[in-house]
């Protein structure tokens, strides 16, 4: 059985941190691309990172210089760090796990940027 299991979320005002958590169990970790998606209600999920199994990192331009992707695999946890939040990054953030045959998805975690 495959578990993607998000932690993390919450409220927070505007220029403040957060930090989500993915914990995954049932696949190879360390030979795994992670990412985080989010999406606003109404509207198509968007990228926001991506973590290739060497470490290599992707962003989406909106959250560039803000939000950093890390993964420990001794943990088979990836983490994202968002810093100098946005009301415009409330959103449901999920968790993807890329095996060679399958993209798994978490079940969504909420983030609300707000004062």
């Known amino acids: 059985q495959v578990q993607l299991e998000e932690s993390g979320g919450g409220l927070v005002q505007p220029g403040g941190s957060l930090r989500l958590s993915c914990e995954v169990s049932?696949?190879?970790?360390?030979?795994?691309?992670m990412g985080w998606y989010r999406q606003v209600s109404g509207k198509q999920r968007e990228l926001v990172a991506k973590i290739l199994s060497g470490g290599t990192r992707n962003y989406g331009g909106s959250v560039k210089g803000r939000f950093s992707i890390s993964r420990d695999d001794a943990k088979n946890t990836v983490y994202l760090q968002m810093n100098s939040l946005k009301p415009e990054d409330t959103a449901v953030y999920y968790c993807?796990?890329?095996?060679?045959?399958?993209?798994?998805w978490g079940q969504g975690i909420q983030v609300t940027v707000s004062s």
């Open positions: 049932g696949i190879i970790f360390s030979s795994t691309t």
């Open positions: 993807t796990a890329d095996t060679t045959d399958y993209r798994y």
